[in-house]
């Protein structure tokens, strides 16, 4: 299983996580663990983007976060998926077994693929999947 330590800047209610096609880390008990902190976790998801969708629930694997689902392959337009659930069946998930790992590396008209062709460095960056933190002053 996976193992973590909690970082006392999550039960901040100031900070927010965005993360981009994340797959699932933990198990079920990891992602209400997760969820009991007081911070804002939006998990975007592309339309049918493999990615999000390794790992799978079969083997015991969950998603934490509220998903926020680009439901268009071409498009932009986002569904907030429901946040009570670990795995919303109709959002990302309603596409299941059909997964397309191109998907990946396009969100809201970007192609993060092109970053990482034209700088390997620096575009990798772009392109990592660790989650942003981002604080929210109010």
Request: with cysteine.
């Amino acid at each position: 299983g996976v193992q973590t330590c909690a970082l006392p800047i999550w039960q901040d209610s100031r900070f927010s996580a965005f993360l981009y096609a994340p797959p699932r880390v933990g198990d079920v008990a990891f992602a209400q663990w997760a969820n009991s902190f007081r911070f804002d976790c939006a998990r975007i998801v592309h339309y049918d983007d493999l990615v999000p969708h390794l790992f799978p629930p079969l083997q015991g694997y969950a998603h934490f976060g509220t998903e926020y689902w680009i439901d268009e392959v071409d498009g932009n337009h986002t569904v907030i998926c429901r946040s009570d659930l670990t795995e919303d069946p109709y959002c990302s998930n309603s596409l299941a077994p059909v997964y397309d790992l191109t998907q990946h590396f396009w969100y809201y008209g970007v192609s993060y693929f092109n970053c990482l062709l034209e700088d390997p460095v620096n575009g990798a960056v772009q392109i990592s999947p660790l989650p942003v933190l981002t604080n929210v002053v109010g």
